[in-house]
């Protein structure tokens, strides 16, 4: 079952990370289109003015407006993919913590654990290590950028994952699983970074409080959709 699990995950993550380094949607273009435009309309008022006819002046000003339309499509676009990759994001972050509900007991009996503080050990692992991610990510996204930080996410998630599976299928120790499950969620622990990256996406045209009510619908999308999907590749394995 965790081989399939994982194999599900990183087969979404792929797909995810394909969109998310594919989509030019990111600041710095974005920026410099914005920059581009806004030069070209300072430069067009001066050609205008040194125009000598009205006919000149229509020449010179009649590409402009579908030139201005296309480029404001092309950064809608890309503003549009780059939401749509940090939403899904969200949701495979938290989508690796919420699969695991159903198997728990599953887990505790392979570990050979009672109902306790011990059991209790494989559900808290992952938001502590999710503690500290909160704590480390959002600072150094400030000095590398948003995107290289849930790139890292993604991916480190993804091999977190793949990490527990190797150690219940190699019949590890707990403490080596729920080191595992504290790593996973450490990358996990992104969630500041993609809501900084919708507020600079989202206060440029006006849409930051939709961007960030997405947001948490994706996360909580993942507290539906997971424990659904998690029982039922366990009972698909049986």
Known sequence: MNSKLVLFYLVILIGVNAIHSWAPGTRRRIQQQSTNTARQQRIMPLQNRNSSGATKMKAL???????????????????????????????????????????????????????????????????????????FWPSLSDRIGRKRIMTASLMGSGLGLTAQSLVIRKEMTLPVFLAARVFTGAFAGSSPVSKAYLADVGYKNGKLPRYLALRDAASTMAFIVGPMLGGLLFDARK
């Open 61 to 135: 000003s009649a590409p402009m407006p579908d030139s201005n339309g296309k480029e404001e499509t092309s950064i809608q676009r890309q503003r549009r993919l780059s939401v749509g990759a940090i939403l899904a994001s969200s949701f495979l972050n938290l989508l690796g913590f919420t699969m695991a509900g159903p198997i728990t007991p599953a887990l505790g009996k392979h570990f050979g654990l009672e109902v306790g503080a011990s059991f209790g050990s494989l559900t808290s692992a992952y938001p502590l290590g999710m503690l500290f991610g909160l704590l």
